[in-house]
């Protein structure tokens, strides 16, 4: 976990194989830096696999039980928000090759990497695991996270770079010389991203006006520097990343025109 505030990122490497799928009841962006993964959903009750190769980007929308697959030597970036006191996540076993409940667990999350590991151990310790027999009381009545059996994962994953190339290429006037801010260059239910492309002199808006709330920051390629009301100029270099947490824009001054600094702000918090 890189960063555990109102943004939660992680960046999680390979293997990693596992048969519990989450439940969330915020969006969730997936990011492959090395190797490719694949992302186990269900999806209108059905069992559904999503590969996402290395340098692709996929937005998981909320409520979708999801199970990561990682494989060796791979690295992948997620990008997660904080819960509101009212939400909880879910763990959930399902009956090898059925979409039938075998074990799950509602809990109030505050920090994933360490909350989730209790809940895999009690369900390995339980006659669950080792008979493959749903648990007594399963699958949870009245769960405190209702599963969206509605929305069709019609969104698939895209090659970031070539996704940039191309927007580069559609503004009007984009040169060595002149670059451009592109707002909502992606945007999901809850997540937005805003884009500086090239060169670029200008600010980049919080996400809630008025608000103290969590930007990140990634400088995919090229150079830049950032700064707050004038304040902590910070020089951000390709791959670099910094959460910058503020209610005033935030100032940007990056050259090349290759650059590209990354803006992402989630709105369950406005």
């Not at 799928?21 to 009750?45: A, R, S």
């Not at 927007?167 to 002149?178: H, I, K």
């Not at 937005?192 to 809630?208: K, V």
Request: hydrophobic share 30%; glycine share 8%; aromatic share 10%.
């Amino acid at each position: 976990m890189i960063y555990n505030e109102q943004l939660q990122v992680m960046v999680v490497g390979g293997p990693n194989q596992r048969k519990d799928f989450h439940i969330n009841e915020g969006e969730e962006v997936f990011y492959q830096i090395e190797g490719g993964m694949d992302l186990n959903i269900l999806e209108h009750g059905k069992h559904k696999n999503i590969h996402i190769p290395e340098g692709y980007m996929f937005i998981l929308p909320s409520r979708i039980p999801h199970s990561p697959q990682r494989y060796e030597n791979t690295v992948g970036m997620v990008v997660e928000r904080l819960r509101h006191k009212h939400e909880h996540d879910g763990l959930r076993y399902f009956v090898p090759g059925t979409t039938d409940v075998l074990y799950e667990e509602y809990f109030h999350c505050r920090d994933l990497g360490s909350e989730l590991v209790p809940v895999i151990q009690r369900f390995f310790a339980s006659e669950a695991s080792k008979t493959n027999t749903p648990a007594p009381g399963m699958p949870v009545k009245n769960p405190p996270v209702q599963i969206d059996t509605d929305t069709s994962i019609l969104a698939q994953p895209f090659n970031w770079s070539q996704f940039v190339t191309e927007l580069g290429d559609s503004l009007p006037g984009y040169s060595n010389e002149n670059g451009s801010l592109v707002t909502s260059a992606v945007k999901g239910r809850e997540f937005n991203f805003n884009l500086a492309l090239g060169p670029y002199s200008g600010n980049l808006q919080p996400g809630r006006k008025g608000h103290a709330t969590d930007t990140y920051l990634w400088q995919w390629k090229g150079s830049s520097k950032i700064s707050v009301d004038g304040k902590e100029e910070v020089s951000m270099n390709t791959g670099d990343i910094t959460l910058v947490n503020s209610q005033s824009p935030i100032d940007v001054a990056q050259w090349g025109k290759d650059s590209c600094l990354i803006s992402i702000t989630n709105n369950a918090f406005d």
